[in-house]
């Protein structure tokens, strides 16, 4: 494929918020202590609502919201609707230690920001889930999918479990949520939504 038809293919991809795209994540055997961890982390409650010390972080933040709020309009009209995914969002990524832009970038491939999309493959919710991690680290009920806290706990706690296991790269790690591992079109998809969510001088 040539670099132009592969830039048309991107931009078809990202101009395509209808589609959902993932799902195909291989459901591969945890060891008891690695299933015990990551059950425990999608257990564990809490509402999303920072904390923050110094008055500095939580201005960087509130200024994040309105920025992040500002550009999901068009695609999230109401504006308590908004607040609260985009305040789920920040809260769920920096849980697992990922950036809310890359997380941004992911839901925009996956799902296209919609709540209820499903996959050829049956993935489910914003970060296009697959039914079989509720069996395998939560409570088998795949319809909690469909619940914002619980699809972005469980996208951003897989996510980290696989950039653990690729042991930091990222690239490979979005493979492995992809289920496309070492193929370079899922990956370079997201880097590029990514962009589209970082805030001026963020790189």
């Not at 830039?7 to 459901?27: K, T, W």
């Not at 920040?90 to 990922?98: M, V």
């Not at 972005?152 to 492995?176: N, P, S, T, W």
């Amino acid at each position: 494929m040539s670099p132009l038809t592969r830039r048309g293919a991107l931009a078809l991809l990202l101009a395509a918020p209808g589609l959902a795209r993932a799902g195909a994540q291989v459901e591969e055997p945890l060891a008891d202590a690695m299933r015990s961890a990551l059950t425990a982390s999608i257990a564990q409650a809490a509402p999303p609502r920072p904390r923050f010390d110094q008055v500095d972080a939580r201005m960087a933040y509130l200024r994040w919201l309105g920025e992040m709020s500002e550009r999901l309009k068009k695609r999230k009209t109401e504006s308590q609707i908004r607040i609260e995914f985009l305040e789920t969002v920040w809260y769920e990524a920096k849980r697992a230690g990922l950036e809310p832009s890359l997380v941004l970038g992911l839901i925009q491939v996956e799902s296209g920001f919609r709540k209820y999309a499903i996959s050829i493959a049956g993935a489910r919710g914003y970060m296009q889930v697959m039914p079989f991690w509720t069996r395998l680290i939560g409570d088998g009920d795949p319809s909690r999918l469909f619940h914002m806290q619980s699809n972005l706990r469980f996208g951003c706690v897989i996510l980290r479990h696989y950039l653990d296991q690729e042991k930091g790269d990222m690239f490979m790690a979005l493979g492995r949520y992809n289920g496309s591992r070492g193929r370079p079109e899922y990956p370079r998809a997201v880097f590029a939504a990514r962009r589209q969510w970082l805030l001026p001088g963020e790189t």
